[in-house]
């Protein structure tokens, strides 16, 4: 059984999901994206989207008519394996097609770009199809308190994982999190603002990814 947090963007607010690995992630039409199949191999009890990449993936799959094997989609950012901003950590990254003809992944690749905000050039991704839905051009948006999604969660993630109590992982930029924020940029010498700019994203997905789990990680 997985929690799974899920931003929802028309109405600004934070949903929390129970599902079992063998069922349909939150807003998937017609059982073509599994709890397993987005969790992959990252094993986590806590999985975090968006329904705008749930949207995009449902309007991919229509597109394709058939099934779409996933390699990786989702990871927590103490697990690593992708850049340290990558868009995995924010649950809204999929790198698919993996097991596709040449052609396929063509296919895939160009029905992609009409759906998702941001594909990878076949150049760099041959053997596979990368595609997500970034909120910005690159790296994560500007955090701050009153915000509520999946960078909040990424962030607290982060946080918590180095010991900084954000006083849970929901997903909501609260009074907790603003001073795990300033309590961290104070340690590394940072502008103290509680705000996560993109000096602070650098510098704190830098001090976690790929570092492993901690004894504050929430899970």
Request: charged share 20%; net charge positive; hydrophobic share 35%.
């Amino acid at each position: 059984m997985a929690k799974i947090l899920v931003y929802n963007n028309n109405a600004n607010r934070m949903e929390t999901y129970y599902k079992g690995l063998s069922e349909a992630m939150p807003y998937n039409s017609n059982r073509t994206l599994t709890v397993r199949e987005f969790r992959g191999s990252s094993n986590s009890n806590i999985l975090w989207t968006d329904i705008r990449t749930m949207e995009s993936w449902n309007s991919l799959r229509y597109l394709y008519g058939r099934g779409i094997y996933v390699g990786f989609a989702f990871k927590r950012c103490w697990q690593g394996g992708h850049s340290n901003l990558s868009q995995h950590y924010a649950g809204t990254a999929f790198d698919a097609a993996q097991t596709a003809t040449a052609s396929q992944r063509a296919t895939i690749r160009n029905l992609a770009r009409q759906v998702w905000t941001y594909v990878e050039p076949a150049n760099l991704t041959p053997t596979w199809v990368h595609f997500d839905d970034r909120w910005v051009a690159s790296g994560y948006p500007t955090t701050r308190r009153g915000n509520k999604g999946i960078y909040v969660c990424v962030a607290q993630d982060a946080l918590t994982t180095l010991a900084y109590n954000t006083g849970g992982l929901d997903g909501v930029f609260g009074a907790n999190t603003e001073n795990a924020v300033r309590s961290y940029q104070r340690r590394k010498g940072l502008s103290v603002d509680g705000i996560i700019g993109p000096i602070t994203w650098r510098n704190l997905m830098a001090d976690v990814v790929g570092r492993g789990p901690s004894d504050t990680t929430v899970n």
